[in-house]
C-alpha cells in the first residue's frame, strides 16, 4: 500500500473547487461519481453485479434506483462484496487476529473492524485512495479557523489517542496506518496512544505522568470519565481541545466538560464518522457538521427507507461511500437517527449540515416505552462507573465501580431508586433493578456504554426494529 501525495493534494484542490461551485458543482461531481462507483462495482463485484442487474445503465443511475444494503447481509457474502477477489474473509480475519499488525496494511488495502455496537462486527477494508481522500478532504475543509487551532494545538503540547486496544479498530489503527504511509503528514503530533480498558485510577496516572497533553481523542464516554476525574481533582492534565466520536456526544458533557477543563481554549470537536467512512463530515467553526457530498451521500429516511425531509428526525440513515472502490458501501444502513437542518449554515459552507441524536442501538424498549440511555442519571460522588443493562425485558441489573473506601450497600440503594424513578416518570411501574455483583463491562472497542439494553434478537437488520417515537430529551 502506498500513499500518494500527490493524490491526496488533487482530493484537496477538488474538494477546494466544487466548494467554490456551490450546491450544482456539488451535486454534479456527487453524481458523476456514484455513477463511476457503480460501474466499477458492476464489473469488479460479483455480489454488486447480481444485485444491480436489472437495473439501468450505469451512466444514467440515480441513486433511488440502487437497493438499500445492510451490514449482516453484506458481511455473509463477504468474498463476492470486495471489488478485489485477493482478501477472502478468512485471510482479513486471520490478519485481524494479530495485534501487532494494527495499521498494517495487507497488500493494496488496509483492514480495520468495527466493534459491533448495532449487533455483528464488520470488517472494513480502505482502499490506498480512500487514506488519500481522507487526509485531502479534510484540509479542503479547513477554516482559517481549523489551521489557526491546529498550529496552536501542535505548539502546546502532543496529542494524545485514549480508544479500544484490544482490537484492529479505527481510533488508533489509521494514525498508525498514516504515520506508516506518510510520516511527514503525522510529523508533530506523534501517536501517543492510551488503552480505554484500563482501570480508572490507572488510566490517570498514565495521564498524568505526559508532560503537555495539548489534544485528546476519545469516545463521549471516555470524556465524561475524564470531567469526574478532573472534577475529582484525581486528574492534573490541562488539555486545548478535544476531538470526540464513535458515540453521540450530549450538550450537556459539553458544558460540563468546558467547566472542568478551563484549559479548554477551542472546544470539543465532534465530527460525525464511522469505520465504514472516516472522513465523512467536517465540522465547522460554528459547530455544525456538514456531509462531504462530493464523495459521501448521507440520506436521512424512515422505517421504510424513504427520505425524511430537513428538520425531521431519521429512523435510521444511508451512507454511500464514493471515495472506497475496494468494499462498497452503496446506500448502506447506519442505524443512526440523524435530522438535516434546514436553513444554510452561518459559516456559508455550501455543503448541507445535520445532527445526530444517537444510535438505534442505545435505545432501551421496555414494552411499548422507549427512553434514550441519556434519561437515566448514573452518577454518584462514591462511584466510579455505574452501568445500567437489561438482562430481561423489564429486568435490569446496575454494576457499580466503586471509588475508594465506598461502602457498596448505600450508593446502590441510592442509584437503584434514582433509575426507578426514572421508569415510574414514563409508567414503568413493574420494572426489577437489581444490584449486580460483576464490574461494568466494556463493548469490544473499548467504549463505555452507561446503559446497556437488551441485545434484540432482530439485530440482524436494525431497520427491522421499529423505532421509538418519544424519545424524551
Ligand atoms: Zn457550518
Redesign the pocket.
Known amino acids: 500500500m502506498r500513499f500518494s501525495l500527490c493524490k491526496a493534494l488533487g482530493y484537496l484542490a477538488g474538494g477546494l473547487w466544487t466548494g467554490w461551485g456551490g450546491r450544482k458543482r456539488i451535486e454534479t461531481k456527487q453524481l458523476r461519481n456514484l455513477r463511476r462507483l457503480v460501474e466499477k462495482v458492476r464489473r469488479d463485484s460479483p455480489l454488486f453485479r447480481k444485485l444491480y442487474a436489472d437495473l439501468r445503465p450505469s451512466s444514467e443511475i440515480e441513486l433511488r434506483d440502487l437497493p438499500v444494503t445492510r451490514k449482516p447481509d453484506l458481511m455473509s457474502k463477504f468474498d463476492d462484496w470486495l471489488t478485489i477477489r485477493s482478501l477472502p474473509l478468512e485471510r482479513a480475519r486471520e490478519h485481524l487476529r494479530d495485534i501487532e499488525k494494527v495499521g498494517v496494511p495487507i497488500d493494496d488495502v488496509a483492514v480495520f473492524q468495527t466493534s459491533g455496537t448495532s449487533g455483528e462486527p464488520a470488517v472494513i477494508v480502505l482502499s490506498e485512495s480512500f487514506v488519500e481522500y481522507a487526509s485531502g478532504i479534510m484540509l479542503a475543509r479547513f477554516e482559517r479557523y481549523h489551521r489557526k487551532l491546529v498550529r496552536d494545538v501542535r505548539k502546546l503540547g502532543v496529542r494524545v489517542t485514549i480508544t479500544g486496544g484490544h482490537g484492529h479498530f479505527a481510533g488508533n489503527g489509521f494514525n498508525k496506518l498514516v504515520q506508516r504511509l506518510s510520516p511527514r503528514l503525522a510529523k508533530g503530533f506523534g501517536i501517543t496512544f492510551i488503552e480505554a480498558e484500563q482501570p480508572i485510577g490507572q488510566l490517570v496516572d498514565r495521564l498524568n505522568a505526559i508532560a503537555n497533553i495539548s489534544w485528546i481523542v476519545t469516545y463521549p464516554s471516555m470524556l465524561a470519565i475524564l470531567v469526574r476525574e478532573k472534577e475529582a481533582g484525581r486528574l492534573q492534565i490541562e488539555p486545548a481541545f478535544f476531538t470526540t466520536g464513535g458515540e453521540t456526544l450530549t450538550g450537556d458533557l459539553r458544558e460540563r466538560a468546558r467547566r472542568a477543563f478551563p484549559s479548554l481554549k477551542y472546544g470539543i470537536s465532534d465530527p460525525y464518522g464511522c469505520t465504514e467512512c472516516l472522513a465523512l463530515s467536517f ?6 457538521k ?1 456531509v462531504n457530498e462530493d464523495w459521501v451521500i448521507l440520506e436521512a429516511v424512515d422505517e421504510a427507507m424513504r427520505p425524511v425531509p430537513d428538520g425531521t428526525l431519521s429512523a435510521t440513515v444511508l451512507l454511500t461511500v464514493l471515495a472506497n472502490e475496494v468494499q462498497p458501501f452503496i446506500r448502506y444502513d447506519l442505524g443512526d437517527c440523524v435530522r438535516f437542518y434546514e436553513d444554510t ?5 455550501p ?1 448541507r ?1 445535520f445532527e445526530v441524536e444517537g444510535r438505534q442501538a442505545t435505545l432501551v424498549r421496555v414494552g411499548e416505552v422507549t427512553l434514550s440511555p441519556l434519561v437515566f442519571d448514573l452518577e454518584h460522588d462514591q462511584a466510579q462507573r455505574i452501568q445500567l443493562v437489561q438482562i430481561g425485558e423489564r429486568d435490569f441489573e446496575l454494576r457499580i465501580q466503586l471509588a475508594e473506601g465506598a461502602a457498596a450497600g448505600p450508593v446502590f440503594q441510592e442509584v437503584i431508586a434514582s433509575v426507578q424513578r426514572v421508569f415510574r416518570d414514563n409508567g414503568l411501574d413493574d420494572v426489577t433493578v437489581r444490584a449486580a455483583e460483576a464490574p461494568p463491562e466494556f463493548t469490544a472497542s473499548g467504549k463505555f456504554h452507561e446503559v446497556v439494553p437488551l441485545r434484540s434478537a432482530k439485530t440482524g437488520s436494525t431497520s427491522e426494529l421499529g423505532v421509538h417515537q418519544s424519545v424524551p430529551k
Open positions: 465540522e465547522c467553526s460554528h459547530g455544525r456538514h449554515c452561518p459559516c456559508g459552507s455543503f449540515s
